[in-house]
T-cell receptor
Framework: AQKVTQAQTEISVVEKEDVTLDCVYE???????LFWYKQPPSGELVFLIR??????QNEISGRYSWNFQKSTSSFNFTITASQVVDSAVYFC???????????FGTGTRLQVFP | DTEVTQTPKHLVMGMTNKKSLKCEQH?????MYWYKQKAKKPPELMFV???????INESVPSRFSPECPNSSLLNLHLHALQPEDSALYLC????????????FGPGTRLLVL
C-alpha cells in the first residue's frame, strides 16, 4: 500500500537558518512520482517540484533543493537561508499509476521567525 | 498560466440550504478534482473527473454532488450539509495521468451552521 510519512509535525527556525523537511514514502510500484507542495496561510497549495522514480538526480532551485534517495525511500526538501515568507505547511505527496491519485503526507508546518 | 480559480472564497450556509462551489481552469487540462481539507490535516480526495466523466468517487456522501459541465468548469453542489462538513474545499486540475502535476485553486472556506 502507498504511504507518505512526514515525521516532523512542526519546525521553528530563525531567519537565515537552513532547514530540511523530511519525507519517507512506501510503494510497491517501480514507476511512481513524488511531489512537494507549499500551503501558505491563504490556503492555496502551490506546486514546488515533481520527481519521477527513474530520476534520482538532486535538484536545486534558488534557495530550495531536493534530495531523492530510492535506497532509503526518501525525498527530502531543504530551504537554505530561510525567510519569513517561507512560513507555511509543506506537503510531500506520492502518485502511482493505479490508483491515479495523490497520496499526501500529513504535512510539516514551518515557522520562520525574524 | 497555471491558474485555477474558485468561487466563492468564503461561504456560510445553514443545514437546510443549497449552494454550489465553482471551479474554473483555462490550461486545457482534462482532469479536475475536488478535495476537502480540515484544519491541520492534508487534503482528502473527494471526486475526480477525467474527460468530463466522473472517474473516482471516494465514497462521498450524497449531500455532495459534483458536476462537470465542460472541460474548463467543475461544480460542487451542496445540500443538507452537516456542521462537520465545514472545511476548506480545494479544486485542482491536471492533464490526465498519474505523472501529471495537479494545480490547485485558492479554495473555498465553508462554514455550515
Amino acid at each position: 500500500a502507498q504511504k507518505v510519512t512526514q515525521a516532523q509535525t512542526e519546525i521553528s527556525v530563525v531567519e537565515k537558518e537552513d532547514v530540511t523537511l523530511d519525507c519517507v514514502y512506501e510503494t510497491r510500484d517501480t514507476t511512481y512520482y513524488l511531489f512537494w507542495y507549499k500551503q501558505p496561510p491563504s490556503g492555496e497549495l502551490v506546486f514546488l517540484i515533481r520527481r519521477n522514480s527513474f530520476d534520482e538526480q538532486n535538484e536545486i532551485s534558488g534557495r530550495y533543493s531536493w534530495n531523492f534517495q530510492k535506497s532509503t525511500s526518501s525525498f527530502n526538501f531543504t530551504i537554505t537561508a530561510s525567510q519569513v515568507v517561507d512560513s507555511a505547511v509543506y506537503f510531500c505527496a506520492l502518485s502511482e499509476a493505479i490508483p491515479d491519485k495523490l497520496i499526501f503526507g500529513t504535512g510539516t508546518r514551518l515557522q520562520v521567525f525574524p | 498560466d497555471t491558474e485555477v480559480t474558485q468561487t466563492p472564497k468564503h461561504l456560510v450556509m445553514g443545514m437546510t440550504n443549497k449552494k454550489s462551489l465553482k471551479c474554473e481552469q483555462h490550461m486545457g487540462h482534462r482532469a479536475m478534482y475536488w478535495y476537502k481539507q480540515k484544519a491541520k490535516k492534508p487534503p482528502e480526495l473527494m471526486f475526480v473527473y477525467s474527460y468530463e466523466k466522473l472517474s473516482i468517487n471516494e465514497s462521498v456522501p450524497s449531500r455532495f454532488s459534483p458536476e462537470c459541465p465542460n472541460s474548463s468548469l467543475l461544480n460542487l453542489h451542496l445540500h443538507a450539509l452537516q456542521p462537520e462538513d465545514s472545511a476548506l474545499y480545494l479544486c485542482a486540475s491536471s492533464q490526465v495521468g498519474s505523472e501529471e502535476t495537479q494545480y490547485f485553486g485558492p479554495g473555498t472556506r465553508l462554514l455550515v451552521l
